[in-house]
């Protein structure tokens, strides 16, 4: 294959997600031209003098594009997270809510947002990495409880006690955060925190977009480091430690990475849901299972799907914002019954 055939997908790929960004800024509640557009980014980004409308120019540079780039951002970090459990694990079913990692963030993102813990000192963004870091620890001492440890001798065994773990302790924390709504949320304050738990995009401001981008590309590039480690982990840890990776400790980093990109990008736009998933997968059909492709593939594809499922949260009911994380539970949920009919006839 000629060089330039080689390269053109990853060319590709980012003229896509530009594309899918600008779309995100142009539609919404109220359409807008993309002449608007470019005229506001231009205005913005080069000190050009066009002339916009007020109103138009604050909607698509104060609202839209920021959402647009968080919504960039998550959707890669999240499909990230879902590439290197599946590969950790060696189970197709893996994603952060497997883990417990987005129940746990939700629940240290609602201790300080409702039951005022830290007396504001603690940031949203603060509690939901403790919480993230909260699960993943008690999950990890619950499996490590059961199995005994989980180094690469006892590969199998210890993959299938983190995965029943991070069931337990999902569901713990599930419980815990609508213990916490019930006893210390108004009603108000109720149907809003439901509202994010959903996923929500509206309150992004550009204050938010600088730590959701940062979390995502430390994580993709820590993540490419260790390509090689992830493709061996495929064949399971004993494998992986015939070839002189150090099981635990690259398995400890790359989960805890994972849990540090959950806390970051839940406590900016909630609990979303199925991207983990179905996104490595669809990646793994078009790109293989190597993931020196596969880290950046699933990056670029989880990113415009989210974009496009903010898109369509604005305007499938109009009037209506509906939470991000409907959407994606509309896509996911086909998806997820498709992986386990396969997964049963093989």
Excluded at 248 to 264: D, W, Y
């Amino acid at each position: 294959m000629r060089p330039a055939a080689r390269a053109a997908p990853w060319l590709l790929g980012p003229l896509i997600l530009a594309v899918a960004i600008l779309a995100g800024t142009a539609i919404g509640e109220t359409r807008l031209p993309p002449a608007t557009v470019w005229q506001t980014l231009a205005n913005h980004l080069w000190g050009a003098s066009h002339a916009v409308d007020r109103i138009d120019a604050g909607i698509i540079w104060s609202y839209r594009l920021p959402r647009a780039l968080v919504a960039a951002a998550c959707g890669a970090g999240l499909a990230l997270t879902g590439v290197v459990l599946q590969a950790l694990l060696r189970n197709p079913l893996a994603d952060p809510y497997l883990m417990g990692l987005s129940a746990g963030a939700s629940t240290g993102a609602v201790l300080v947002s409702i039951a005022g813990v830290g007396a504001g000192a603690v940031s949203l963004s603060a509690g939901a990495l403790a919480g993230a870091l909260a699960a993943f620890g008690a999950v990890v001492a619950l499996a490590h409880a059961v199995q005994g440890g989980t180094g690469g001798g006892r590969g199998t065994r210890a993959a299938a006690a983190i995965i029943l773990a991070g069931i337990a302790g999902s569901q713990m924390f599930n419980a815990l955060t609508a213990f916490i709504i019930a006893r210390s949320a108004n009603a108000e304050q109720a149907r809003g925190i439901l509202f994010w738990l959903m996923g929500n995009l509206s309150g992004i401001r550009w204050d938010d977009v600088a730590p959701a981008i940062l979390a995502t590309l430390a994580g993709t590039g820590i993540c490419l480091w260790h390509r090689r480690s992830l493709d061996a982990f495929t064949f399971g840890p004993d494998s992986a430690a015939s070839l002189g990776i150090e099981v635990r400790k690259v398995r400890g980093l790359l989960i805890t990475v994972t849990a540090l990109m959950i806390g970051v990008l839940v406590s900016k736009v909630g609990a979303i849901g199925f991207v983990g998933l179905v996104v490595p997968h669809a990646m793994r059909f078009l790109v293989g299972t190597r993931h020196q492709r596969l880290v950046p593939a699933s990056a670029l594809a989880g990113a415009v799907f989210l974009v496009a499922a903010d898109v369509i949260a604005r305007i499938i009911v109009p009037g209506q914002v509906l939470p991000i994380g409907v959407i994606t539970a509309l896509v996911g949920a086909p998806a997820f019954a498709v992986i386990l009919i396969r997964g049963a006839r093989r």
